[in-house]
């Protein structure tokens, strides 16, 4: 059985920092090539950020030199440090294998202008 866990959320001004956390078990998480993802109000969830089983990453343009992924196999775990957030990556934030499995509840970021 897939479980997937998001954390760290929250609230937050323009220009501020967040660090989601994922904890993901039931997979090999060593295996997967793993992803952030984001589902804002009215849009579709999309891909932000992946990261593969030996820590290449890839990261949309409209996240790219804000957002970094990173992830601790030992503890398998995902990371996404966000940095000079927007209004605009106000979002539920989702962390899933790649293709993904079971989803996870998310975790609303919220940025404040």
């Known amino acids: 059985q897939v479980q997937i866990v998001e954390s760290g959320g929250g609230l937050v001004q323009a220009g501020g920092s967040l660090r989601l956390s994922c904890a993901a078990s039931?997979?090999?998480?060593?295996?997967?090539?793993m992803g952030w993802y984001r589902q804002a109000p009215g849009k579709q969830r999309e891909l932000v950020a992946r990261?593969?089983?030996?820590?290449?990453?890839n990261y949309a343009d409209s996240v790219k030199g804000r957002f970094t992924i990173s992830r601790d196999n030992a503890k398998n775990t995902v990371y996404l440090q966000m940095n000079s957030l927007k209004p605009e990556d106000t979002a539920v934030y989702y962390c899933?294998?790649?293709?993904?499995?079971?989803w996870g509840q998310g975790t609303q970021v919220t940025v404040s202008s």
């Open positions: 899933n294998a790649i293709p993904p499995t079971n």
């Open positions: 039931g997979i090999y998480f060593r295996l997967n090539v």
């Open positions: 990261t593969t089983s030996d820590h290449i990453t």
